[in-house]
């Protein structure tokens, strides 16, 4: 009786992908065009019995490949657009089988930089894209119009939510949402929060469904506060001072640095050179990331100007991409990785007085990039606590540009939300929406439901 059991309930738990001789792999290709490269990943998992697995993704290939798209609309040479292409989707056929090849989906996803392009230039290039997609002698793979988009900066946020929680194997583990992972990324010209909110979410909900379960998340992306476009805007704004000087003073970048700047509206150019004055840059922060006053600020509470955002509540974030490159070069990290915000803002203040030989020879840091840990220092503690509200003290935050050994990005989390919905058109099922009160009540069906087996096995 006992091994009837077990039997039994290995064929219900063991998926049938497990079971060797009848593996069945699937692909999907997902070109990431960026602002300064484009990536070609190519993806494989294994089938699913139920929209309620867990998808297991592997990524077999990462690619860069030069320039970026965008260069070729920028450079009037939309005709060169198809070979650049073809060359990603050339490659890509190597790594999948033949006969998978038009059951495999593919994906153009361009982000950031993309965001900033002239609206004509950002519909050609789509055309440009889609057209060359779309012609099967040229693309095998199985294309939809759809699947070739720029992606805004909450989905940008809401994948690298999708990706950060996947590798901590949030997904699938039962675990409550206040244990799921918040995400805090930043790229050159956006930066972006996105969380599970404890409480009610009043706007910028943004629902996605994972291996069975709906997440109703809070997502937003700030435009124009990414690392590169923030300091465009310090230059902008002390250039508007005084639009007479040839240079400019800026006190977030290190003394004997310089840069230039060049006018949008005038299209002057005058040099910047760096202040190391890290109050002066704290108080230009400061500035842009005020909030709205309160009878502005309405969903409240807001965060940077009249935008709504709940709190953060007790749950723990990851900081990624940009924000991990100042915090690792002032070597403000343990190995816990873990964010001491205080810290890195003394630290911060600190390095940002050296001048660039001293700061390059004391912390070990391209010149570079120097310039811009003393600003990123001093940015990341402002936009946290300021803005995003947490706490000063807070223990909550973690930086990291890998978890495990797989790089944290956006583009794993846009394959599974990209493969659950095509697999969700095709299984249909219900799922439960999990929010605070509706995870316990299907928990606690769950924990019955055991209960019950177990005393049908044990009074056999
Ligand atoms: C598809 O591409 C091939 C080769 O690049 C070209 O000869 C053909 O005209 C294209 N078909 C369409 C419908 O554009
Ligand atoms: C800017 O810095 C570079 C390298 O430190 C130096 O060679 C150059 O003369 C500087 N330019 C100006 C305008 O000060
Ligand atoms: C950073 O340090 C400055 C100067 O000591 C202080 O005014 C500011 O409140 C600090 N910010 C944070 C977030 O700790
Ligand atoms: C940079 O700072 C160091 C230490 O304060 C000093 O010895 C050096 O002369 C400075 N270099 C320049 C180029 O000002
Ligand atoms: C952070 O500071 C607050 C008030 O200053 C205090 O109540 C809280 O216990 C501190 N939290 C941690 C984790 O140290």
Redesign the pocket.
Known sequence: MGTFVLVLWSMITIPSYAIGSIAHWRYGVLLDAGSSSSKLKVYKWPQRSSTSEVLKLELILNEKFRPSISKYVENGQLDQLPSYLAKMVNRAKTLVPSNLHKKSPIFLMATAGLRVLSTQHARSLMEAARSFLANKSNNPFEYSPQGVRIISGEEEGVYAWISTNYLMNYFGSNKAPSQAYGILEMGGGSTQIVFLPDGPLLANMFRVRIAGAIYSLYAHSYLFYGQDLMTLRINRYLYDQDQNVKEIVNPCMLIGDNSTYTDEDTAVTVIVRGGGNPSLCLTLLEYFLQSADKDMCYPKPCAIGQTYQPPVGTDIFYAISAFYYAPNALKVLGNSKRLRIEYLNETAHTYCRKNLSQAVIDNDVSPQYASGYCMMGLYIPTLITSAYGF?????KIYIADKIGNQAVDWAMGAMLYEIESIDNSVFINTCPEVSRSSEHRSRTVIVIISIFITNILVTR
Request: proline residues 20%; without cysteine; hydrophobic residues 0%.
């Open positions: 706490p000063k003290n807070t223990t």
